[in-house]
């Protein structure tokens, strides 16, 4: 069973930077792809950032492009989520998920089965 555990979340001002760790177990080397979601209060879960396990290839959401960034570590267990010119609207509670269905639209919260309780990000003006 995938288990994913996020942390690094916390209050920042606008413009600073912020990163955001997911810690991966219980058998990532059949994974498909980890990715990054967020929900703010009375919206709807968006799609932030994935990354595809067996290439590094990467994907962004269009509000997060250029100032996001999300990378592996070589030992494949742990997902980071750099966070740059963060702004009020960045706020959010920011979940991991992992998905070992291949093929799965990454950009999808349906494709992930393993989520984690999510990290909360709060950006000041």
């Known amino acids: 069973q995938v288990q994913v555990v996020e942390s690094g979340g916390g209050l920042v001002q606008a413009g600073n930077s912020l990163r955001l760790t997911c810690a991966a177990s219980?058998?990532?080397?059949?994974?498909?792809?980890v990715g990054w979601f967020r929900q703010g209060p009375g919206k709807d879960r968006e799609f932030v950032a994935a990354?595809?396990?067996?290439?590094?290839?990467?994907f962004y959401g269009d509000s997060v492009k250029g100032r996001f960034s999300i990378s592996r570590d070589n030992a494949k267990t742990t997902v980071d989520l750099q966070m740059y010119s963060l702004k009020p609207e960045d706020t959010a509670n920011y979940y991991c998920?992992?998905?070992?269905?291949?093929?799965?639209?990454?950009?999808?919260?349906?494709?992930?089965?393993?989520w984690g309780q999510g990290t909360q990000v709060t950006v000041s003006s």
């Open positions: 219980g058998g990532t080397s059949s994974l498909y792809g």
């Open positions: 998920a992992a998905t070992r269905k291949w093929f799965a639209s990454l950009r999808l919260p349906v494709s992930y089965a393993y």
């Open positions: 990354i595809r396990w067996s290439d590094g290839n990467t």
